[in-house]
């Protein structure tokens, strides 16, 4: 039910039950990811190398969760967890509304197969970016949370915006957006192409057992699609966040070195000059655990959450006709 198919029962929902059936699979993935993330992001601001026999405060994702946890205790793994709810609910309505409009859009005006993966690619990059512009400021909020230490520098979401706000002005809700949109277009874009492939070849690989693994294949194409997309694009959401946190450095001093940049290209060679290549990869084990999580759990829930509505609708349907 991912994206337009004219012989597809799931175009019987409206464009407010998938944005609902989106709104619901952020919900439930951030919920399980986001001890990942946190210590993913963690991983991102280090300076400092992430192997053992460095002064780094971090050096491996057991050893990142046992800190974490004797520190700040288990409330910490889910740091920033209202800003993020906030942006994951937001961001998968958007995103899978935007999606299903556009594939429609193209099979309407066009030849072209709206299930084909170049198609779902630039959709998918598209509709990315369309929920990327409306949800930026609640990601950086989302990062300045899980980047903070003990003592914290903000009390609530509140606090937080209104400090931002006076100190940083409003365009630093929008830090870090120029490698985000160069990084979701085709990270987003292999999301939706990764999973229709994954979910072709499934199809010829076991033709006769659709219906009986479904859900299993859904969850794993999609966490095969997370892997392959985040690998491919992982340096610049390190850069996002490396950027996020800037004029933030006060509460970064308890994690190690900071650094400020002055902008996507300052920050790329930084990285390069002072970390080399494995800079522009810190992190990217937790972060592949949490995109083959996350990217697997949003197709899963996404499809069952509109399965879920259609059986209901046709239920209702099927009661109003025998009524």
């Not at 693994?213 to 992982?234: D, H, M, P, Q």
Request: glycine share 10%; net charge positive.
């Amino acid at each position: 039910m991912v994206g337009y198919d004219p012989n597809s029962e799931g175009q019987l929902l409206s464009s407010s039950e998938v944005a609902t059936a989106g709104s619901l699979s952020g919900l439930v993935t951030r919920a399980v990811i986001s001890p990942l993330d946190v210590i993913k992001i963690r991983f991102q601001l280090q300076i400092e190398d992430l192997s053992r026999g460095t002064q780094g405060k971090y050096r491996g994702i057991l050893q990142a969760a046992g800190l974490i946890l004797t520190e700040e205790g288990l409330p910490g793994f889910w740091k920033g967890h209202i800003p993020a709810q906030l942006l994951s609910v937001s961001y998968g309505a958007v995103q899978f509304v935007t999606f299903e409009l556009l594939t429609k859009l193209i099979h309407n005006s066009s030849s072209l197969d709206p299930r084909g993966p170049a198609v779902h690619f630039l959709c998918g990059g598209l509709a990315a970016c369309s929920a990327t512009l409306t949800v930026q400021p609640l990601d950086t909020l989302r990062t300045r949370f899980a980047a903070q230490g003990e003592p914290k520098v903000y009390r609530n979401l509140r606090h937080a915006i209104v400090t931002m706000f006076k100190t940083e002005g409003p365009l630093t809700f929008y830090r870090g957006l120029n490698p985000t949109l160069l990084a979701v277009f085709p990270y987003a874009g292999l999301q939706f192409s990764s999973y229709n492939l994954l979910k072709q070849a499934w199809g010829l690989v076991f033709p006769h057992e659709q219906s009986k693994k479904e859900s299993f294949r859904n969850l794993l194409c999609g966490s095969g699609a997370g892997v392959i997309s985040k690998t491919v694009t992982y340096p610049f959401d390190l850069f996002k966040k490396r950027l996020q946190v800037g004029g933030f450095e006060q509460a970064r001093a308890a994690f190690g070195e900071v650094r400020t940049y002055r902008g996507l290209a300052d920050c790329a060679s930084q990285v390069w000059k002072e970390e080399g290549i494995r800079g522009f990869f810190k992190g990217l084990s937790p972060s592949l655990l949490k995109a083959a999580t996350s990217t697997g759990l949003t197709f899963f829930t996404y499809e069952m959450f509109c399965s879920l509505m259609l059986n209901s609708k046709k239920a209702k349907e099927t009661t109003r006709k025998k009524g």
